[in-house]
């Protein structure tokens, strides 16, 4: 555990990380258009060291204090902050329980809070900034026919081996992914829940997981539920 004071574009902010791994003692933060790609895809904002060696992930609070104060000391302040329940810790732990079903993601350098309230992106992830590698959307869209398929196969595999072990990916789309020369799949912006506790309804929410909007339209999302089916069914992810 440490106390951090982190220089970003426009500020300095102070954050209290924990599980902290290889950090320098200062580390200053700024936008690239690496992070303004990254930011493209979602509500986080996204931050590299000076070195390119840590991307910082940050996440705001969900209400603004001023229109909804209720829910912002209730939700945001209370439960995030002080109970520890922020987004980063949530993504910390489903990173490391992809890691340990096997599965490919970026080195971990901690996690972080910000107590102070004036603060309104409190929710800080620090890790490796995964270098030559594409975000798995735009892998996919510039792919011929069979080598979507062969991608599919790859994400299907691993897909499946992560329901072995016991959970299913909670936003589960292919820009959760990053490819990198080689063809290996790297899994970041991980949120994943423990598969229900009776059997009968394992499979279920594997394919209540998959969408046709975040898996590049029906018949993708249908090849992913046929492929993962075979993998669930046959008991081999070989």
Same mark, same amino acid.
């Given at each position: 555990?440490?106390?951090?004071?982190?220089?970003?574009? %426009?500020?300095?902010?102070?954050?209290?990380?924990? !599980?902290?791994?290889?950090?320098?003692?200062?580390?200053?933060?700024?936008?690239?258009?690496?992070?303004?790609?990254?930011? =493209?895809?979602?509500?986080?904002?996204?931050?590299?060291?000076?070195?390119?060696?840590?991307?910082?992930?940050?996440?705001?609070?969900? +209400?603004?204090?001023?229109?909804?104060?209720?829910? /912002?000391?209730?939700?945001?302040?209370?439960?995030?902050?002080?109970?520890?329940?922020?987004?980063? @810790?949530?993504?910390?732990?489903?990173?490391?329980?992809?890691?340990?079903?096997?599965?490919?993601?970026?080195?971990? !350098?901690?996690?972080?809070?910000?107590?102070?309230?004036?603060? #309104?992106?409190?929710?800080?992830?620090?890790?490796?900034?995964?270098? %030559?590698?594409?975000?798995?959307?735009?892998?996919?869209?510039?792919?011929?026919?069979?080598? @979507?398929?062969?991608?599919?196969?790859?994400?299907?595999?691993?897909?499946?081996?992560? =329901?072995?072990?016991?959970? *299913? !990916?909670?936003?589960?789309?292919?820009?959760?992914?990053? *490819?990198? %020369?080689?063809?290996?799949?790297? /899994?970041?912006?991980?949120? *994943?829940?423990?598969?229900?506790?009776?059997?009968? %309804?394992?499979?279920?929410?594997?394919?209540?997981?998959?969408?046709?909007?975040?898996?590049?339209?029906?018949? +993708? #999302?249908?090849?992913?539920? @046929?492929?993962?089916?075979?993998? /669930?069914?046959?008991?081999?992810?070989?």
């Amino acid at each position: 555990m440490k106390l951090l004071d982190i220089p970003f574009d %426009d500020r300095r902010r102070r954050y209290l990380v924990l !599980h902290s791994r290889d950090l320098p003692d200062r580390l200053r933060l700024a936008s690239t258009t690496t992070t303004a790609a990254f930011e =493209a895809m979602g509500s986080s904002r996204f931050y590299v060291s000076q070195d390119q060696r840590i991307l910082a992930k940050v996440v705001p609070d969900k +209400y603004r204090k001023r229109q909804h104060p209720l829910k /912002w000391l209730c939700r945001d302040y209370l439960e995030k902050r002080w109970l520890m329940q922020s987004d980063a @810790r949530k993504e910390f732990l489903s990173l490391r329980i992809l890691r340990q079903a096997g599965l490919r993601v970026p080195g971990f !350098h901690g996690w972080g809070i910000s107590l102070n309230p004036a603060n #309104r992106t409190p929710s800080l992830l620090l890790m490796e900034q995964v270098r %030559d590698a594409r975000v798995g959307g735009e892998v996919f869209d510039d792919l011929d026919e069979t080598g @979507r398929r062969r991608f599919l196969d790859d994400f299907c595999r691993e897909v499946a081996q992560l =329901a072995r072990a016991g959970y *299913v !990916h909670r936003d589960l789309h292919l820009n959760n992914l990053l *490819v990198d %020369d080689q063809g290996r799949l790297t /899994w970041i912006d991980a949120h *994943v829940r423990p598969l229900p506790r009776r059997a009968g %309804d394992h499979w279920p929410a594997i394919r209540d997981s998959l969408t046709a909007d975040k898996l590049r339209g029906e018949t +993708y #999302r249908d090849l992913a539920e @046929r492929r993962i089916a075979e993998l /669930w069914s046959g008991g081999s992810l070989e």
